[in-house]
């Protein structure tokens, strides 16, 4: 079958790493630290690949923006204890090497620090599957599309040879926006329901079933 994408784009958390139950926690957890206002464990995950700004606006409307930056410090003080038991989906690498050695270009687009993507890329040894990355602190948060128009045009692929790949609304937003196809994984943060409002071209249960979807498909 001729090859439908040149380019696979990939969310990073709660679709390749198993982490967004634990970026939930965390968020709580920074809250309680604070005095905050202790988010749901659904409006916690909702906010996942979110910017700052708009996480903050979310969760907890009534903060002042002075106050988002000790939200942060405590967040990231929780995250990095999970770092060491946080890990890739089963079958995620072994799926990205495949899609990488049949000649896809491979790129993430993520709502993390490029501080907290690197650290991540290197504790999971995928730093050389990824032709290009791009993160929420350079310039676009989700659901904007230019972090994804970016990466188009730092790979010269246009946005008909693109797939993005993503576990929240946020990412299937962003690729809407971009007039991008996107195609949905249910393990991560966001429910089913949720994610086929943005018609994707699938919606897949895990990563098992994501990465037969792409030999298929991609």
């Not at 393990?187 to 949720?194: C, D, R, T």
Request: aromatic share 6%.
């Amino acid at each position: 079958m001729p090859r439908r994408f040149d380019l696979l784009i990939f969310d990073w958390d709660g679709t390749l790493m198993d982490s967004a139950a634990s970026i939930a926690l965390c968020l709580q957890n920074a809250c309680r630290d604070l005095g905050f206002r202790v988010p749901s464990e659904r409006d916690a995950r909702y906010v996942i690949g979110l910017g700052l700004r708009d996480a903050m606006t979310h969760i907890l409307p009534e903060l002042p923006v002075s106050e988002y930056s000790k939200v942060t410090e405590r967040y990231r003080h929780h995250f990095i204890q999970h770092d060491a038991v946080t890990r890739l989906f089963r079958g995620a690498e072994e799926m990205l090497r495949e899609l990488r050695a049949a000649g896809h270009l491979l790129a993430v687009a993520t709502g993390k620090s490029r501080r907290g993507l690197d650290r991540a890329l290197a504790q999971t040894g995928l730093v050389d599957c990824f032709h290009v990355t791009r993160c929420a602190d350079e310039g676009h948060t989700k659901p904007d599309p230019g972090m994804l128009h970016r990466i188009l045009e730092a790979l010269n692929v246009s946005r008909e040879r693109a797939l993005m790949i993503g576990d929240t609304t946020h990412d299937m937003a962003m690729a809407r926006a971009a007039g991008m196809k996107r195609l949905a994984v249910r393990h991560g943060a966001h429910e089913e329901h949720a994610l086929l409002e943005y018609e994707p071209l699938a919606c897949v249960a895990d990563c098992q079933s994501l990465r037969n979807w792409l030999a298929d498909h991609a």
